[in-house]
């Protein structure tokens, strides 16, 4: 059984300060996906990453692979209010199999 | 990628009866997943279901309980069964499509 391990579950931060949100496993995924959550709504997909060691950046979000492709990270530069929401962690070790999530970083940003 | 159309959005039920949920894709998948993301919990896969086969049960989960159809390439449905309390959960389905997964926008069930 694939286990994604995810932390912090619980992150409330200034406006403005940097945060890091980690996924780790012991389990390769082919690709690894990161979702942020509003109540009520399902998960939207910020980000894919496909290959070890990449990074993709999405304004202040900046995301990475890990080399061995068995972790990830997501870095919030600058935070803001608007950032507070659930950030999920996703992997599937193939193409069109069932997603294994992390237990999710809920993020609260203070103005 | 994929557009996903989840009803109903929300429910509220007495224990005892059943909630169907519908999932409706604006085009052809082989696997649809479905999910349950309990109160302030992450997501947890209930089945996969592929058109044309029995859906594919993960541990803890039944089909008496879930009993899924899936009909053709675009629709499927989730059955919550002889509902209970601690079945109050958001259900959310999902497909896999060119480079990634969608979600519908799931279904907030309470169950009173």
């Known amino acids: 059984t694939q286990l994604l391990e995810q932390s912090p579950q619980f992150l409330s931060i200034q406006e403005g300060e940097n945060l890091t949100v980690y996924c780790n496993s012991s389990?390769?995924?082919?690709?690894l996906q990161w979702y942020r959550q509003e109540p009520g709504e399902g998960p939207v997909l910020l980000v894919t990453v496909v290959t070890g060691g990449e990074v993709k950046k999405l304004k202040r979000l900046t995301f990475q692979f890990g080399d061995a492709r068995k972790d990830s990270s997501l870095h919030i530069t600058a935070a803001q209010p608007g950032d507070t929401g659930l950030y999920l962690c996703?992997?599937?070790?193939?193409?069109?199999?069932?997603?294994?999530f992390g237990k999710g970083t809920r993020l609260s940003v203070i103005a | 990628s994929a557009v996903i159309s989840q009803k109903p959005s929300r429910d509220i039920c007495q224990r005892g009866t059943s909630l169907t949920i519908q999932c409706q894709v604006d085009?052809?998948?082989?696997?649809m997943f479905w999910y349950r993301q309990q109160p302030g919990q992450s997501l947890t896969l209930i089945a996969t279901a592929n058109q044309g086969s029995e859906a594919t049960y993960e541990s803890g989960f039944v089909i008496d309980k879930f009993p899924i159809s899936r009909p053709n390439l675009t629709f499927s449905t989730l059955t919550v069964s002889n509902m209970s309390p601690e079945d109050s959960s958001i259900y959310l389905c999902?497909?896999?499509?060119?480079?990634?997964?969608?979600f519908g926008s799931g279904t907030r069930l309470t169950v009173v």
């Open positions: 085009s052809q998948v082989t696997m």
């Open positions: 996703a992997g599937s070790v193939q193409r069109n199999t069932p997603l294994v």
């Open positions: 999902s497909v896999f499509q060119g480079v990634g997964y969608t």
């Open positions: 389990s390769v995924f082919s690709s």
